[in-house]
């Protein structure tokens, strides 16, 4: 028995790395559930956002198997509030026909103030620090220059005979600037 029910984690995983991995992993040891729902689903084939859903969920699944669920979570263009917390938690429950006990997060500001104005729902935040330097500009920085040591350090063992695959996507896509990821 784990402490929590469902836990929850948002992220455009673009490019997947073994930072997103880790927090991940922890969400797995504390959740009997875990929900993974990629941000900015609608967008590919840009800079800040070359990787399909689809190639985005193919990653994710290969480094975790059946260990957790993966979602679409397309953009609404309102940024990080109460308001996108709304949706976030309104797409929770369509999956999963609950609100989450848990949200997973890495970044240094709170996110579980997403979930603020929501009357009736308490939801737990685990915030995993940054214990390995890397983001995911950097990884698509190093595919754009092929540097497959650096990128394969940071990159999860099973995506690594990927690399042809998404530095493919990076090139194909690195002069794009045009996006609607907020």
Not at 76 to 84: A, D, L, Q, R, T
């Amino acid at each position: 028995m784990k402490p929590f029910d469902l836990g929850i984690m948002v992220g455009r995983f673009q490019t997947f790395h073994i930072g997103h991995a880790y927090m991940i992993e922890k969400a797995v040891a504390v959740c009997e559930h875990v929900g993974v729902f990629v941000g900015s689903s609608q967008e590919s084939g840009t800079a800040k956002n070359p990787f399909t859903y689809e190639q985005r969920e193919t990653y994710l699944r290969r480094a975790f198997g059946d260990k957790i669920k993966i979602y679409p979570l397309p953009d609404i263009g309102v940024g990080n509030n109460s308001k996108w917390g709304d949706y976030v938690l309104q797409n929770v429950r369509e999956r999963f026909g609950k609100s989450p006990d848990l949200l997973v997060s890495g970044k240094e500001e709170r996110r579980i103030s997403w979930f603020d104005s929501v009357v009736g729902v308490s939801v737990a935040e685990l915030y995993v620090p940054k214990i390995i330097d890397i983001s995911a500009s950097e990884m698509r920085a190093w595919l754009i220059d092929g540097n497959f040591g650096q990128w394969k350090r940071y990159s999860p063992e099973t995506l690594w005979d990927a690399y042809g695959e998404m530095r493919a996507a990076v090139l194909a896509s690195k002069d794009n600037l045009e996006t609607q990821s907020l």
